[in-house]
T-cell receptor
């Protein structure tokens, strides 16, 4: 089956620093990837849609200058949390759309803790 | 806009018992429906999906789901639950195969031995 990886799996950083999270589709090309945020015991909240070679589309209420998304290739999208603050601590999950399967496949998630 | 409701926040079943997790959606046209499972601290794994055709779809791990247009439902079932099925289950809807997913709030399944 389709595999999506995320790196790192967890990260701890100091308040004010930036953190980059990578999302890779390992065995298929993904023109579209999605970034979600999940709070404890809650559902996934879509943050943005990342399209290869173009600007990301952000959901309402998501600060595009704080959550920078880059989708430079058909297998890699990155999410950079800039000037992170403790309220940015969360579980971030990416997904990649396999056009042939017409399905989104999810990465294992990245747990971010900002001190 | 489409929406998904999972009425049960938490369900507990005994190992070997049958399971049904409820999912209701709201969308004017034919929806694309999915069930995902999430183990603690993990990403989501696709269990099954419905796009068209046979309304009873089979998935992995012995799960199945039935699409009922008249009831706007896509309930997930398993005839005999295993302890390893304990996890969070999410129902999701999309308006097209290339559209973003809208998730329900999830149902946490606990399995007692």
């Amino acid at each position: 089956g389709a595999v999506v990886s995320q790196h790192p799996s967890w990260v701890i950083c100091k308040s004010g620093t930036s953190v980059k999270i990578e999302c890779r589709s390992l065995d298929f090309q993904a023109t579209t990837m999605f970034w979600y945020r999940q709070f404890p015991k809650q559902s996934l909240m879509l943050m943005a849609t990342s399209n290869e070679g173009s600007k990301a589309t952000y959901e309402q209420g998501v600060e595009k200058d704080k959550f920078l998304i880059n989708h430079a290739s058909l297998t890699l999208s990155t999410l950079t949390v800039t000037s992170a603050h403790p309220e940015d601590s969360s579980f971030y999950i990416c997904s990649a759309r396999d056009l042939q399967q017409e399905t989104q496949y999810f990465g294992p998630g990245t747990r971010l803790l900002v001190l | 806009a489409q929406s998904v409701t999972q009425p049960d926040i938490h369900i507990t079943v005994s190992e070997g018992a049958s399971l049904e997790l409820r999912c209701n959606y709201s969308y004017g046209a034919t929806p694309y429906l999915f069930w995902y499972v999430q183990s603690p601290g993990q990403g989501l794994q696709l269990l099954l999906k419905y796009f068209s055709g046979d309304t009873l779809v089979q998935g992995i791990k012995g799960f199945e789901a039935e699409f009922k247009r008249s009831q706007s439902s896509f309930n997930l079932r398993k005839p005999s639950v295993h302890w390893s099925d304990a996890a969070e289950y999410f129902c999701a809807v999309a308006t097209g195969t290339a559209s973003k997913l809208t998730f329900g709030t999830g149902t946490r399944l606990q399995v007692t031995l």
